[in-house]
């Protein structure tokens, strides 16, 4: 395969070349799945060699992160930012940011990461590449229980808020919808996603009774 590197005009930058593997990576990915989605295959969709794959990016486990962060819908930006919004604005306000972005990010990557669990051994290496670069789906839950343990922390919920538990709860459900989106090919049926985000978000019943009714 021809690089694109040794191709006359001028020579693309480092972020142009980042830029073009991770529009390669996402497109390849969605396509095929993450268990067929070898960097062979992404480095042709590009137009580049595997050798300048990897002097932009360390492994696929970080070149699968990146494209979490940068060609998924923006929650783990979200996610990142929430410790910013303890004791700030509305609690329930930002529960339902939570949902609002979380939904979209499960219906994006259920299709592209369930061929991996008929790849017991490629899922294995998946798991172990995302561990050795302290990401993996834990973090999610991780995130919101470390909000919603803050914001118990401030009085802002209520004293018996049980953050893994809720976090658990929120999670699981967006995770749910965001498969049920995935499976059915779009929300037909399903209550619209503001909606179903306050509703959810009452439903944990941690919000103190003043915060609910106002």
Known sequence: ???HTRKRGPRPT???TRQRILDAAAEVMERLG???ATTKEIARSSGYSE???Y???ADKSELFLEVLRHRFPPFVAELAALPERVGRGDVRATLCDVVVGAVPFFRHGAPMLGSLFAEPALLRRHREGLDAHGAGPHNVNRAVAGYLGAERDLGRLTPDTDPDATAALLVGA???R???EAFGGGAEGLPPLDRFAADLVSSLRVLPRDAVDG
Do not use: P, R
């Open 1 to 3: 395969m021809q690089d």
């Open 178 to 180: 965001g498969f049920l």
């Open 14 to 16: 480092t972020a142009q």
């Open 34 to 36: 993450l268990a067929n």
């Open 174 to 176: 967006c995770f749910q």
């Open 51 to 53: 050798a300048t794959l």
């Open 55 to 57: 002097k932009h990016f």
